[in-house]
């Protein structure tokens, strides 16, 4: 979910400054973008072994406690844990992605690029493009 609102944030902030007049607009799915960078797998494996031991963490503080509104701040806190270690394991894949969109668009002379289910109709599907991308600029 956050992972979503970050995609979705950061792509139409790259549409954000464009003028309407003129624009050659670009469209990409980012979960398969995403789903394809080549540190993904390893990085999908990191999030995993965090989240079971967050779990493992919370259960094990929760087991101790027995008043219930410590227990609901107990998860909470674990749960707000977990998700700002997801948001740095995730950056430099977004950080990969960003710059793998702005060389694409730019090869192509794109001034905007949004999400494709943010397009009503048109656009240039640039994803491919930036898969490719990504494996290319990935083996440096």
Wanted: charged share 25%.
């Amino acid at each position: 979910m956050i992972l979503l609102s970050v995609l979705s944030a950061f792509i139409l902030a790259m549409a954000a400054g464009a003028a309407l007049a003129g624009d050659k607009i670009g469209v990409i799915e980012p979960q398969t973008v995403l789903s394809q960078h080549p540190k993904m797998p390893q990085v999908k494996k990191q999030i995993q072994a965090m989240l079971q031991k967050k779990q493992e963490e919370a259960k094990a503080a929760i087991e101790k406690e027995t008043d219930n509104e410590k227990k609901a701040e107990i998860y909470q806190t674990k749960k707000n844990e977990a998700a700002a270690e997801e948001q740095k394991l995730m950056a430099p894949i977004l950080k990969d992605m960003d710059q793998a969109i702005r060389n694409v668009a730019k090869a192509k002379g794109l001034t905007v690029v949004i999400d494709v289910a943010q397009a009503l109709m048109g656009g240039v599907d640039i994803t491919n493009d930036v898969i490719a991308e990504l494996k290319r600029t990935a083996v440096n």
